[in-house]
């Protein structure tokens, strides 16, 4: 079982939609959940951190954190062509270094 | 500006030749990070140092070497021990001390032949 894992995607949404994109970790000790946006041929961006259970908004984006269940969403409403992407969940499982997902890409389509 | 730079953007080498690529931040973090990101895939982590003179490797750090003798800079050699050298590398930083937000260069493409 792989440490961190996403939906392989790729996800597809209308403009304007909400597009949920998931997350499970395997290691229970881990304290810290990120979510970075790359975008084709570029390097990843940082959109959101997560440190306790529960919900955290900023703007469009909206990450949520259930330690018991070991899992991570973000959310984007109101999807824009420009979100197309490919959306890296990363968890801190071990003091100093964050464990990569695979990515799951997404597409709006207008 | 803050920020990380890598240099070049493109390398390309010959079988058999180790080659550096550089990394340099000047957001004064502690810690800096090296990936390696293959087509399709998420990103493996190199090595990665949280102190000057101090560094560990992550899970794939054979065929590579790093140094960190100032807290700005953070080079890779990629050696001619690494199979499969070819890919995207990307440098990170982050602040350190309990703040894992990490944040990226843009990025070397290396493509060896």
């Known amino acids: 079982q792989k440490e961190v894992e996403q939906n392989s995607g790729p996800l597809s949404v209308p403009e304007g939609a909400i597009a949920s994109l998931n997350c499970t970790y395997s290691?229970?000790?881990?304290?810290?959940f990120f979510w970075y946006r790359q975008y084709s041929g570029k390097s990843p961006e940082l959109i959101m951190s997560i440190y306790s259970n529960g919900d955290k908004e900023d703007g469009r984006f909206t990450a949520q954190l259930n330690k018991a269940s070991q899992y991570v969403s973000l959310l984007i409403r109101d999807s824009q062509p420009s979100d197309s992407a490919t959306y890296l969940c990363a968890v801190n499982t071990n003091a100093g270094k964050s464990t990569f997902g695979d990515g799951t890409t997404l597409t709006v389509k207008p | 500006d803050g920020g990380i730079t890598q240099s070049p953007k493109y390398l390309f080498r010959k079988e058999g030749q180790n080659v550096t690529l550089s990394c340099e931040q000047n957001l004064n973090h502690d810690a800096m990070y090296w990936y390696r990101q293959d087509p399709g895939q998420g990103l493996r982590l190199i090595y990665y140092s949280q102190i000057v003179n101090d560094f560990q490797k992550g899970d794939i750090a054979e065929g590579y070497s790093v140094s960190r003798e100032k807290k700005e800079s953070f080079p890779l050699t990629v050696t001619s021990a690494q199979k499969n050298p070819t890919a995207f590398y990307l440098c990170a930083s982050s602040a350190g001390v309990s703040t894992y937000e990490q944040y990226f260069g843009p990025g070397t493409r290396l493509t060896v032949t």
């Open positions: 290691d229970r000790v881990s304290q810290s």
